[in-house]
């Protein structure tokens, strides 16, 4: 019975020094099956100090308006691009946008939500964002940046973490660089401590028409939860740019008083009180003075 326990206690000291990845497996993985490693997480998944995913540059922005599209650094400049953004995020101040998973060349949605790989603690898991709520704008005097207020959205394996209101800033520093990015965000993933998120979307597209913003994202949590990933995504704003309102108030039309039209008539036909004709006055019309008796 000692020599079973000491070879048993041996194979674990030796599958414990010749393969990391045996200390992330459960221990229920490990009674049933000490040989399999199928299951256990690849290497990304325990490093502890990850950073931002690697984000693709957008070669071109375009801009859409009045159902036509071109990009912008041949038809427009960054302050016309700075204030149709600055239109767009106060119509849709306090709405809820819709995100999805997009293709790049041609923009279509191939899922009602961005997907990214984290890990809960020693656990695997999928992090999915699917909504943001714009909840405050605030237009910085002087400078072409946005100050947003949001709140994404967040939920992994069938959960929805306690997520705090993300500040981010929005800004137009030139034709070929519109950059949306955070403070970093705290999410409640686990009981012990909080995880924070950081976001990071290059715009590359945006259609005034629809209200949609398009362009390449990069997350990344750090914290018990941990991970990242990055993509490309569209941004389904619920109201369009143009206008801001759609019904202006149109005021009544004004009638003139008794007094206006009797003043336009006299205006128009002079009581006349000069001298008679056969008196030269040089064409300069004479009135008479009432003496006081």
Request: glycine share 6%.
């Amino acid at each position: 019975m000692s020599k079973i326990k000491a070879i048993v206690l041996l194979s674990f000291v030796l599958f414990a020094t010749s393969n990391c990845s045996f200390w992330n497996r459960s221990v229920q993985e490990v009674m049933n099956d000490p040989f399999n490693t199928a299951n256990t997480p690849p290497p990304e998944y325990v490093k502890r100090h990850v950073q931002m995913a690697p984000l693709q540059m957008p070669r071109n922005i375009i801009v859409c308006r009045s159902k036509q599209c071109a990009p912008v650094n041949l038809s427009m400049s960054k302050e016309y691009i700075y204030n149709s953004l600055v239109q767009l995020m106060q119509n849709n101040n306090n709405q809820k946008a819709l995100i999805c998973a997009a293709d790049t060349g041609t923009r279509n949605c191939y899922s009602n939500f961005i997907s990214l790989p984290i890990t809960v603690g020693i656990t695997p898991a999928y992090m999915f964002v699917d909504s943001v709520k714009i909840s405050d704008v605030h237009v910085s005097k002087g400078a072409r940046s946005i100050k947003l207020m949001l709140n994404y959205n967040v939920t992994y394996n069938g959960q929805t973490p306690d997520c705090a209101p993300d500040k981010t800033l929005l800004f137009v520093k030139n034709t070929d660089n519109i950059v949306m990015e955070d403070e970093g965000y705290q999410c409640k993933m686990t009981t012990i401590g909080t995880t924070t998120v950081k976001t990071l979307f290059l715009i590359d597209y945006i259609d005034m028409d629809y209200g949609f913003i398009g362009g390449y994202y990069s997350i990344g949590l750090s914290g018990p939860a941990y991970g990242g990933g990055s993509g490309y995504m569209m941004i389904r704003l619920a109201k369009k740019a143009l206008p801001l309102k759609e019904n202006l108030p149109v005021a009544p039309k004004k009638h003139p008083s008794q007094v206006e039209i009797d003043a336009a008539n006299h205006m128009a036909h002079p009581v006349s009180n000069a001298m008679p004709a056969n008196q030269n006055t040089g064409g300069v019309q004479i009135f008479p003075i009432n003496r006081k008796k």
